[in-house]
C-alpha cells in the first residue's frame, strides 16, 4: 500500500529533480533570426517564424499557457499565426498545455505515432500522475520526415527511450547572414520509475532505444544545441552572453557532446544496476 501512495505522488519534477524554474517567467529572446525562446526558465518552448505562419516546438505545464502566448506577443508575432505545434515527448511538463495552446492559436498538431497514443489520451509514459488535458493530433510524422512552412524545414529525429514516440528536432537558421544548424533534444534522462531492461520492461525494447538513440544524437554535429529543459544546454549562461551583447552566444557549444556522454553513462549505469552487463554495446550494434 505504501509503495502505491509513493508511485503515486511521483512527478516527472521530483523524478528528475527539478521543478521551481518551470513555472519562473524569462524575457522571451531570440536565439537566431527566426528561432526564438519563448518557455520558462525551466521548460523549453521554441517559435520558429515564417511569412506564411509560425511552428511551435511544445506547450509546456498547462499552467504556463498564458506566459507563452504572452511571449510569442511580445516578440512581435501574433499567436494565431502558429499553423503548426510540434512536441518534444508525451510528458506532462512538455505538452500539458497542448489543448490550451492548440486552442488558442489554431494550429495542427503533429507528433510521433507511439507519443500521439499518450498524447491522445492526456496520459503520461510510464508515471502514474494525474495527466493532462488530451488533444487529437492532426497527423503524425515518421523518423527522418521534415515538417516545413514558409522558409523553414524542421527534421524530426525519432529518438526513443524516455518516451516510445520521443521526438528530437533539427533545422537550419541563420545569424547575422551566416547560416548554422541547431538540434533540439527530446531528452535521454531515465526516470527512477522505469524498469528498462529485465522480465517487465516499462516497454518492450527501452533499452535498447535508448541506446540507439544516443548512437542517432552523436551522428548529428549541431551548431547550436538546444533542449527540452535549458539546463541541459547552459540556458541561463547562454542567455547573459547575448543580453551581453553576443549575438552568437547559443554557437557553437562544447556541451553537445559531454550532454550525450553523460546521458549514455547514466544509461548504461541503469543497465548495470537492472543486471544486464555489458552496457549498450551488448545489446545494438
Ligand atoms: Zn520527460
Given amino acids: 500500500m505504501r509503495s502505491i501512495v509513493i508511485a503515486l505522488l511521483l512527478t516527472p519534477s521530483m523524478v528528475q529533480g ?64 502558429v499553423r503548426i505545434q510540434l512536441t518534444s515527448h508525451a510528458h506532462f511538463d512538455h505538452v500539458g498545455g497542448l489543448a490550451d495552446m492548440i486552442e488558442a492559436t489554431g494550429a495542427d498538431l503533429v507528433v510521433s505515432p507511439r507519443d500521439a497514443e499518450y498524447i491522445q489520451r492526456g496520459a503520461d509514459f510510464g508515471l502514474e500522475t494525474a495527466g493532462y488535458p488530451s488533444v487529437a493530433p492532426a497527423r503524425t510524422i515518421s523518423h527522418l520526415e521534415t515538417v516545413r512552412l514558409g522558409g523553414v524545414e524542421l527534421t524530426a529525429h525519432l529518438t526513443p527511450g524516455h518516451t516510445p514516440g520521443c521526438t528530437t528536432w533539427s533545422g537550419s537558421v541563420e545569424i547575422a547572414g551566416e547560416p548554422y544548424t541547431f538540434v533540439s533534444v527530446c531528452s535521454l534522462s531515465v526516470l527512477s520509475t522505469y524498469r528498462i531492461v529485465g522480465e517487465e520492461p516499462t516497454y518492450a525494447g527501452q533499452a535498447e532505444d535508448y541506446c540507439r538513440s544516443v548512437a542517432h544524437l552523436r551522428s548529428l554535429d549541431p551548431d547550436i544545441f538546444l533542449g527540452a529543459h535549458g539546463s541541459w544546454f547552459g540556458l541561463e549562461e547562454k542567455i547573459t552572453a547575448l543580453r551581453a551583447g553576443d549575438l552568437r552566444a547559443f554557437v557553437a557549444s562544447d556541451r553537445y557532446g559531454s550532454y550525450l556522454d553523460s546521458a549514455e553513462e547514466r544509461i548504461e549505469e541503469v543497465l548495470a544496476e537492472q543486471g544486464h552487463s555489458g552496457g549498450c554495446a551488448s545489446l545494438v550494434q
Wanted: glycine share 8%.
Fill in 18 to 81: 527539478q521543478n521551481s524554474d518551470w513555472t519562473e517567467p524569462i524575457e522571451p529572446f531570440g536565439i537566431a533570426d527566426d528561432l526564438h525562446y519563448v518557455g520558462t526558465a525551466g521548460l523549453s518552448a521554441y517559435l520558429l517564424t515564417s511569412e506564411e505562419g509560425h511552428i511551435l516546438i511544445d506547450a509546456p505545464l498547462q499552467e504556463n499557457v498564458p506566459l507563452v502566448l504572452d511571449n510569442i506577443r511580445e516578440l512581435g508575432f501574433s499567436p494565431s499565426d
